[in-house]
């Protein structure tokens, strides 16, 4: 598609209750990153994707977080067991190459899923 | 305190007004950006820079490497123009973005 899509925009969750986020990357993107945005506040590095492989996950909170991005393309980010402290925007963005946002290589965000959990 | 930090917090001007949005980072970096977040919208990438200056449309980047300063300049300020205002870098080769936790933006008319 022509830009990031993500799905649902907007998500309440009953406390307990597992959610699954989807991320549709610019078709042919190699990088895929996930980034958590609080209220108020800069978002924050969750995980990153290069195609399939899972590069780096140090930015996921518990083991509640789980991402997964098996062809390459879509992505899913799943929470599990969700708490309060989860309710935040889940930002995907995603770019065409294998290396770092800089130069040319231009990232992209999607709009975002807002997760409310009560 | 934070790698990044954006100055001021909450600006409000008038329409017309020529703005000024401050980012100041205490790392090494490779590329800065800065980005744009409507409320409840998406975050639209601004500028990317590693050097010098930037200019589109109404909008102008500068950044100094040797300082770690970058700013923002908004000419001819317009309603439309409110929005968060985020400066994230790029460390080196690593490819995470470190964010600043923004400016948000009231322009009057």
């Known amino acids: 598609g022509a830009g990031v899509s993500q799905s649902p925009r907007y998500k309440v969750a009953k406390r307990g209750q597992d959610v699954a986020l989807r991320c549709d990357p610019i078709?042919?993107?190699?990088?895929l990153f996930w980034y958590q945005q609080a209220l108020g506040q800069g978002p924050e590095f969750l995980t990153y994707?290069?195609?399939?492989?899972?590069?780096?996950k140090s930015g996921l909170p518990s083991d509640r977080f789980f991402a997964e991005r098996p062809e390459g393309s879509v992505s899913t980010l799943k929470i599990q067991r969700t708490q309060q402290e989860d309710s935040a925007v889940y930002l995907c963005?995603?770019?065409?190459?294998?290396?770092?946002?800089?130069?040319?290589?231009?990232?992209?965000f999607g709009a975002g899923s807002r997760l409310t959990v009560l | 305190k934070n790698e990044v930090e954006q100055s001021p917090q909450n600006l409000t001007a008038q329409e017309g007004e020529f703005i000024t949005i401050n980012c100041s980072y205490s790392?090494?970096?490779?590329?800065l950006h800065w980005l744009q977040q409507h409320p409840g919208g998406g975050i639209v990438s601004l500028f990317m820079?590693?050097?010098g200056k930037k200019k589109h449309g109404r909008l102008i980047a500068t950044i100094n490497i040797q300082e770690k300063h970058s700013s923002l300049h908004i000419t001819a300020s317009h309603p439309r123009d409110s929005a968060v205002y985020i400066c994230?870098?790029?460390?080196?080769?690593?490819?995470?973005?470190?964010f600043g936790k923004g400016t948000l933006l009231t322009v009057n008319p």
């Open positions: 963005a995603s770019s065409l190459r294998d290396r770092g946002p800089s130069g040319a290589n231009v990232l992209t």
């Open positions: 078709s042919g993107h190699v990088s």
């Open positions: 994707f290069q195609n399939e492989a899972q590069l780096d």
């Open positions: 790392v090494g970096i490779s590329a």
């Open positions: 820079l590693s050097s």
């Open positions: 994230a870098v790029v460390r080196g080769s690593n490819y995470k973005l470190t």
